[in-house]
């Protein structure tokens, strides 16, 4: 896993748990409890510049609003996975008991950040895995035929 912090979540770190208050800086994401979880981008804090209040914009712009300067409604974004890769040297498994695999992945995020995981899947899912595979493996032969 890496150890870069995401540009969405604050900056307390790993401290942040369920009862850890949410303290977002100038650029955090924060999902609004009070305005339906509506994400904004902090452009301003509490006693920055006179202000009394958070103030988030949307992240694509639009008319900012505040919201109360100890944070209570404010929630961290984390940062959203983007695709799965297959962990190199690390083999898939069976359990037959279960009647599923798992394969080692690991999780990229959009800022960059990494996450070791399973993909766990059961014997009908692996069986349409292996035909689309299949599938695949078969159109990419026909487009090395085609280049050579």
Do not use: C, K
């Not at 650029?27 to 409890?33: E, N, Q």
């Not at 300067?69 to 040297?89: E, I, K, M, S």
């Not at 898939?92 to 899947?121: C, K, N, W």
């Amino acid at each position: 896993m890496t150890e870069r912090r995401s540009a969405h979540l604050p900056s307390q770190g790993a401290e942040l748990g369920t009862a850890a208050p949410f303290f977002p800086q100038l650029g955090d994401l924060a999902a609004d409890t009070a305005r339906e979880g509506r994400v904004g981008v902090v452009v301003s804090l509490p006693g920055e510049d006179s202000a009394t209040t958070y103030h988030l914009r949307p992240p694509g712009g639009g008319p900012a609003w505040s919201a109360p300067a100890d944070g209570t409604t404010l929630r961290p974004v984390p940062a959203q996975a983007t695709h799965a890769t297959l962990l190199p040297g690390r083999d898939a498994v069976y359990d037959p008991r279960a009647r599923q695999g798992s394969m080692p992945v690991e999780i990229h995020f959009e800022d960059g950040s990494t996450h070791e995981g399973a993909l766990v899947l059961t014997s009908a899912e692996l069986e349409r895995l292996y035909a689309q595979t299949s599938r695949l493996l078969d159109e990419h032969e026909n487009a090395l035929g085609e280049t050579s």
